[in-house]
């Protein structure tokens, strides 16, 4: 006999509060909010949140069952719009970024983008990665104390200006620096001229604006220069790459790449940085895994790399750096047991995944060998989302990590300098360690 399953109409239960109350509870607390309201709800609930145009309230039903999520990111993108689900990005990102496109305009951006992160072009960037990470890891001595997540900055801004915008003038570099920090650094109060566009006329957000305009015009003269260089053709970085026509003859127009180029900035930037982080923080927590990293370190295998990428595939899990990624309906859909309505977004929730005991064994402890012979199952790691909308960047973002890490450990050895872990503490749309991942390095023997 088949079993007949009943969907229900309306919204899922869960925080019935004011929408600017919500609002603040979620940008400041949102891991907390977020797990409180899963073990009170189940694995569907709903909230309010600022993902609409400008960062108006819209309704958002949270998944955290697998299957779920798999309807959401294999389903149709005539139906699950994800650009417009990151339409509150808009301001900033541009209406070029590929996180901001649906359906025929993001399939072609995405196509005339995936030349530039192919295994090949990787494996291009990957002695760039290791020498940007050198240059900073020399810098440092034997004691030193310091957030690690502010020195992960500063080598993944590198990696950002010299290996993805392409830029090698010194001259040009001492411009870019302090203006790709500025527009970085998004956080909860910045956040708030996505939503109230008119605060970028008063200060602090009005110096932010004029960074990003001033910014724009250093990437407008950067893509014109190359443009005019003969020898862009021949050239590795990131730039160089989307410059060059497709099969077809397609190319990126100038504001096409500067959306990209931004997008690439905000998305990974910042996020590979804490996520970084957050791997140094599990290392000098848990001795063990930091002796096997380094013994991959100095034993360099196909073996060894993997034991490096489940390190931090494994820091990924346990400390979620995004929390969720976002589909807008364009209509009315059955998700999850609910007839939800057209304009409703739902929202796959990485990080409740991540932290499920259903999901994972033991699932407080780090342990990066669940990451080795098998992956864990679909759906249950999904930190750079899935389906067609999967984020571009995951192989860069994860083989910049392992180079980045195994510079480090092939120097130093890592402690923690506060005995008790850290916690998430969400900065914009990131969560970071709550103290910026403090350590202390020892300098190994030669």
């Known amino acids: 006999m088949t079993q007949l399953t009943t969907t229900r109409a309306g919204l899922p239960p869960g925080l019935r509060l004011p929408d600017a109350l919500q609002a603040i509870l979620l940008m400041r ?14 694995d569907v609930f709903s909230i309010r949140m600022p993902y609409g145009p400008h960062g108006s309230m819209v309704t958002v039903v949270a998944l955290a069952n697998p299957e779920d999520i798999r309807q959401v990111f294999a389903g149709n993108v005539t139906t699950y719009h994800a650009g417009e689900g990151n339409s509150s990005l808009l301001d900033v990102m541009g209406e070029h970024s590929l996180l901001l496109l649906d359906e025929g305009q993001h399939a072609r951006a995405r196509k005339l983008l995936t030349p530039a992160f ?9 002695p760039m990665f290791a020498d940007l990470a050198r240059a900073e890891i020399e810098r ?7 957030a690690a997540i502010g020195r992960m900055q500063a080598i993944t801004l ?9 830029v090698t003038d010194p001259e040009r570099l001492a411009e870019l620096r302090p203006l790709v920090t500025k527009i970085a650094n998004l956080d909860l109060i910045m956040l708030l001229a996505w939503r109230y566009p008119q605060l970028q006329k008063l200060p602090p957000w009005r110096g932010h604006a004029a960074a990003q305009q001033e910014l724009d015009n250093l990437l407008y003269a950067e893509i014109a220069a190359r443009r005019a260089d003969p020898t862009t053709s021949d050239r590795d970085d990131l730039l160089s790459r989307l410059l060059r026509p497709s099969d077809d003859g397609d190319v990126l127009t ?32 848990h001795p063990e895994a930091m002796s096997r990293a380094q013994q991959a370190v100095d034993n360099p295998s196909l073996e060894s790399d993997q034991y490096l990428e489940a390190v931090v595939k494994e820091a990924m899990r346990l400390r979620p750096v995004i929390f969720q990624a976002t589909r807008t309906l364009t ?14 977004v739902v929202s796959p929730a990485l990080g409740l995944v991540g932290l499920s005991e259903a999901l994972h064994d033991d699932v407080s402890e780090f342990r990066p060998d669940r990451f080795l012979g098998s992956n864990p199952s679909t759906n249950t790691w999904i930190p750079f989302g899935g389906g067609p909308r999967r984020c571009i960047g995951a192989a860069f973002s994860l083989v910049e990590s392992v180079e980045i890490l195994r510079e480090l450990l092939r120097a130093y050895e890592i402690e923690p300098v506060r005995p008790r872990p850290e916690h998430l503490r969400p900065r ?11 350590i202390r390095v020892r300098a190994r023997a030669s």
């Open 158 to 166: 590198e990696i950002i200006l010299r290996v993805v915008f392409g």
């Open 118 to 126: 192919t295994t090949g072009a990787l494996n291009g960037y990957r």
């Open 331 to 344: 209509e009315d859909t059955d998700v999850a047991g609910y007839r939800l309505p057209a304009g409703v």
């Open 29 to 42: 607390y949102r891991p907390t909010v977020m797990r409180r309201l899963h073990q009170q709800h189940g």
């Open 254 to 285: 100038d504001a096409e790449l500067r959306d990209q180029l931004i997008t690439f900035l905000l998305a990974g930037h910042e996020t590979t940085a804490t996520a970084l982080s957050w791997t140094l923080h599990e290392l000098a927590h």
């Open 140 to 146: 440092w001595s034997d004691g030193d104390e310091f």
């Open 428 to 438: 914009g749309i990131i969560n970071a360690p709550s103290h910026g991942s403090r």
